[in-house]
């Protein structure tokens, strides 16, 4: 080693602890067992203090300034000894999305399917309504109900004693704003003519399953969003959107509006747009023409179906948040694909087509597919939780993760000190 001032020239042979020079002929080599290639370097030292040794800081120089091969360099950075670039910053919408839980996903279905009926106006319904708050409010939400009131001569409204329920994350920037996410969690089967049994694992434990999960997630007290998010748990779907219909009815006209004045509280934020899920496990195509049996098992081309309504879309705005939803799954959840469709119906988002962008997802298209017979457990005795295997779930998992990231990037989640 030469010290010149402030300079050191480290030599090979010092780093290995040997004064010899390698024999001609010979690779000269670090440590053996490393395979790292010789090299001189010249490192400034910037200390006052004289310099009486070179420490194992300098092998990963080395190996930086050297010809090292791709083997040795694995090698040495497999001790640790070579300087490994920071891994890149994750976003919030990566964050959020780490966190659901596939196993959550499927005990929450799991859980609903066992109420054995949840068709309105049953007590399984109601169960299951107070089971969805029960979770709720374990997350730390405050839910709220909204009393479904039905239409009736002379301008009244009937009440019927049931409600949808629903919990907001408020929005930390423009809490008067927010997105609306949801499901139905009520169930039907046309197999049941007495209306005592109606699992609806898929239909719709899925979806309401999907809408717990991340409003388990959002809750968490690390993340903030700037608009705020509505999880919305409609009832009575299967009789015609009742749950949604008469939430649109009684609360459009309450939108943005501040009560009490000055309080900065808004029991209904503008609507920014609205994504709803319905079924969203089983995708085995279409029934064979021939048989009229749809597949036993997964097909291979299985996505997840985005729709909105080509005669609502809001001056387009369905469309962009149908992208948004698109553009999410390519980033968020690359298991499944997602494609876009433009026939949006029989569902609680329509409702709010007229007003606001408003989506549907769904494990097939609506009209093209589930009509034509291409989920044979819908609305039948078979939709149990046993009746789906691992395949489907991570199918419905995938929706779970979309939406997420979706809506963590539309809300403009954050999470500080990530």
Not at 107 to 129: E, H, I, K, P, T
Not at 171 to 178: F, I, K, L, N
Not at 295 to 322: F, H, K, M
């Amino acid at each position: 080693m030469t010290i010149m001032k402030n300079q050191v020239m480290v030599r090979w042979h010092y780093i290995r602890r040997q004064p010899a020079i390698p024999p001609t002929g010979h690779r000269p080599r670090v440590w053996d067992h490393l395979g790292i290639v010789q090299s001189s370097i010249l490192i400034k030292v910037t200390t006052a203090r004289p310099i009486r040794h070179v420490t194992l800081l300098i092998v990963g120089l080395l190996v930086v300034g050297t010809g090292a091969s791709s083997s040795e360099g694995a090698r040495a950075a497999t001790l640790g000894l070579v300087h490994q670039a920071p891994a890149p910053v994750k976003t919030a919408p990566e964050l959020i999305v780490e966190r659901l839980s596939l196993d959550r996903f499927k005990d929450n279905v799991s859980q609903l399917a066992g109420f054995g009926n949840r068709y309105w106006r049953s007590d399984g319904n109601r169960r299951a309504r107070d089971w969805i708050q029960g979770q709720l409010e374990s997350f730390g939400y405050a839910v709220e109900r909204h009393e479904i009131r039905i239409a009736a001569p002379l301008d009244q409204l009937l009440t019927t004693g049931e409600d949808s329920v629903y919990a907001t994350k408020i929005g930390t920037t423009r809490p008067h704003q927010m997105y609306i996410v949801s499901a139905h969690m009520d169930s039907f089967n046309t197999q049941s003519p007495d209306n005592t049994f109606a699992p609806g694992a898929d239909d719709d434990g899925s979806g309401t399953s999907l809408v717990l999960e991340i409003a388990r997630v959002l809750a968490s007290a690390d993340i903030e969003t700037d608009v705020s998010v509505r999880f919305i748990f409609w009832n009575a779907e299967e009789i015609g959107l009742v749950g949604s219909r008469t939430y649109v009815r009684d609360r459009s006209a309450l939108q943005g509006l501040e009560d009490p004045p000055g309080s900065g509280d808004f029991p209904e934020p503008v609507w920014l747009g609205v994504i709803q899920h319905d079924m969203i496990l089983f995708d085995h195509g279409l029934p064979d023409p021939q048989t009229g049996l749809v597949a036993d098992r997964q097909i291979a081309g299985a996505d997840v179906d985005i729709e909105y309504d080509a005669a609502n879309t809001s001056g387009g705005a369905a469309i962009a948040l149908a992208s948004s939803l698109l553009d999410a799954n390519s980033k968020y959840a690359p298991l499944y694909p997602a494609e876009v469709g433009q026939f949006m119906c029989c569902t609680d988002s329509v409702p709010f087509a007229p007003f606001v962008a408003a989506i549907s997802i769904r494990e097939n298209e609506r009209r093209a597919e589930i009509g034509r017979g291409a989920n044979p457990h819908w609305h039948k005795s078979s939709d149990v939780f046993a009746t789906y295997r691992d395949e489907d779930f991570r199918l419905g998992f995938t929706a779970v993760q979309m939406t997420a990231g979706a809506i963590a990037e539309l809300a403009g989640a954050r999470v500080p000190g990530q």
